[in-house]
């Protein structure tokens, strides 16, 4: 196994009208989904299926009680929110309350990046719209994961894994590597603690709002490593890994590396290749404490008594993971590993040496190397507002006003695609997943789709009584290879579904 | 023996004086560097300035969310 395999991101915007600290972020949030919807041009506006929803079911081989769930854990009770599929297969909807995208399912860290960045383009082009709507004041909208004054809000990954891997090993082997890789996948935040009260520029914008080590819950008590068991796919076979410990990323080395590394590493576990345990004592206090000390100099103490740096660990990673591809595939690796291998050791080798080298390729080197400049010219202290400013207008998603929109424009990030790559995946679905059927089904017949979700699409055919549901429950099947034919010669929705049904 | 000793140490005091000569070299070009690289983070502030939201304070205590995941 390798960096490839099914996954995806979630990301939840941080949304606010200037002027209006009160304004309704659920109507807000709504106003931001139904603008970019509108500007789909639909007749008809499939809604979600939650038939295989399951949000309170545990990897650990349990369910959670519904009467004894908190509300916002109920997340497959439709609130009549607003929530739309789009044509490259990402669903764009209101979650709590923030506007959220989650991508369609990609099957590498370079097409993770290209349509998580889609997702960025979309909720700009949303706030846009919005602001045309005459009467409507602006809706700003932020990659980002905190307000400063206590709430936190997600950015998720997703894996899909072999379900014969037993959860303890994943806890085991996973929960070291996450409380490490905020050094090369952190977005970088002005103020410590999880209400910003202490003054300071600590690496991650998450890291403050984890609580525990396992567990079921995303809204409180955040967990280092999350149960949520709820494959969107065959239970027998697969398990998606639900990791809520992330930043949201802007720059693209960062989500690259994010999402490449963390599928590296699950690629190990599966295969049982880690020889060494890397257990770490303490994790949560260790990840607070990693995450507070930007020089990198923080020891880490694991369970066999060694001390080593954040950075030191994340190299131990990296070189399993040099030692597990050669293993497998020796000089026949695929050029996409081979990249993410390359450049998690340069990165990390970087950050050893002089940190400040990687500013043009990690968020929170990045953010830092402005604050510091700011600082300097104006001798401000960390506790100055216009230094908060920045860490936020960072995520701004505007063209125009987002510090990261910005800077990349100037061309002051290394890059690992394209604007015209990003743009493209705007509108059209990856190739080599069941997005791809999802994606075509909602630009070719959008008023006969009455539903969707990760494993189905839900046709309304003339002449049938009752909706046909199309389920999608293979990840890997439902690509361009399998069904472009077939769609290509279904003029309709019911030749489609004839085609399928008969067929 | 003594032109041997008298030898080794002219090749010490050569070694010191191209020491002596590299060191202030080298030390320009880090400082060049340095100075390079303050003066591109600088324009990047000038770029910063101008987009920069007015009233920081009151716009960072604006920005209020809702929890969420």
């Known amino acids: ?503 | 023996m003594a032109a041997d000793e008298r030898g080794g140490q002219q090749h010490a005091n050569r070694d010191k004086q191209e020491v002596e000569e590299t060191a202030p070299e080298a030390s320009n070009d880090l400082q060049e560097r340095q100075e390079k690289i303050s003066e591109d983070v600088d324009s990047m502030l000038d770029e910063i300035d101008e987009v920069l939201e007015a009233n920081s304070e009151d716009f960072v205590r604006g920005f209020v969310q809702k929890g969420g995941q």
Not at chain 1, 297 to 313: D, E, H, M, P
Not at chain 1, 487 to 503: K, P, Q, W
Request: aromatic letters at 8%.
């Open chain 1, 1 to 503: 196994m390798s960096v490839w395999r099914i996954m995806g991101t979630e990301t939840e915007y941080g949304i606010s009208v200037p002027g209006n600290p009160g304004a309704n972020a659920m109507l807000i949030s709504s106003q931001i989904v139904n603008s970019y919807a509108a500007a789909m041009h639909r007749a008809r506006r499939a809604r979600w299926d939650f038939e295989e929803e399951n949000p309170l079911r545990d990897a650990r081989g349990f369910d959670l009680a519904r009467d004894i769930a908190d509300a916002s854990q109920l997340t497959d009770e439709d609130a009549g929110l607003a929530n739309v599929i789009l044509t490259n297969g990402a669903r764009l909807y209101v979650d709590h309350a923030h506007p959220e995208y989650s991508s369609p399912e990609v099957t590498n860290p370079r097409d993770a990046v290209i349509w998580d960045k889609a997702g960025e383009w979309i909720m700009a082009e949303a706030s846009r719209r919005a602001a045309e709507i005459p009467g409507t004041a602006p809706i700003n909208l932020y990659k980002n994961n905190t307000d400063n004054k206590g709430a936190s809000y997600g950015s998720h990954e997703n894996y899909l894994m072999q379900r014969t891997t037993p959860f303890a090993d994943i806890v085991r082997n996973l929960t070291p590597f996450f409380v490490s890789r905020q050094v090369v996948t952190g977005a970088g935040r002005v103020g410590i603690g999880q209400d910003g009260r202490a003054h300071g520029f600590q690496i991650s914008q998450r890291a403050d709002f984890f609580e525990v080590e396992v567990g079921l819950e995303t809204t409180l008590k955040r967990p280092i490593i999350n149960t949520r068991d709820e494959p969107h796919a065959d239970p027998e076979r697969y398990r998606r890994l639900h990791v809520i410990i992330g930043d949201a990323n802007l720059a693209e080395i960062s989500i690259y590396l994010k999402m490449g590394t963390t599928s590296l590493v699950l690629a190990m576990i599966e295969e049982r290749f880690m020889s060494t345990d890397l257990s770490v004592e303490a994790p949560v206090r260790t990840l607070h404490q990693v995450s507070h000390d930007p020089t990198l100099r923080q020891l880490v103490t694991l369970r066999s008594g060694r001390k080593l740096t954040a950075v030191q660990l994340q190299m131990e990673y990296c070189e399993q993971a040099r030692k597990f591809v050669e293993d497998r595939y020796g000089s026949d690796v695929d050029d996409v590993t081979k990249d993410v291998l390359e450049r998690w050791e340069s990165v990390l080798t970087r950050l050893e040496s002089d940190p400040m080298t990687l500013s043009k390729e990690l968020d929170w080197v990045a953010k830092y190397e402005i604050l510091q400049g700011y600082r300097k010219r104006d001798s401000l202290d960390w506790d100055s507002s216009r230094l908060e400013l920045v860490d936020l207008q960072y995520s701004d998603v505007r063209p125009a006003k987002g510090l990261y929109q910005r800077l990349a424009a100037r061309g002051r990030f290394e890059r690992i695609t394209t604007d015209e790559r990003i743009r493209q995946a705007v509108d059209h679905p990856p190739e080599d997943t069941r997005a791809y059927f999802r994606g075509r089904c909602l630009d070719k017949y959008a008023d006969s789709v009455a539903a969707a979700s990760w494993d189905s699409v839900i046709f309304d055919v003339p002449g049938r009584e009752s909706l046909q549901r199309v389920p999608t429950l293979e990840p890997t099947r439902g690509t361009k290879q399998h069904v472009q034919a077939l769609i290509d010669r279904s003029r309709t929705a019911e030749d489609l579904v004839r085609a399928l049904t008969e067929g």
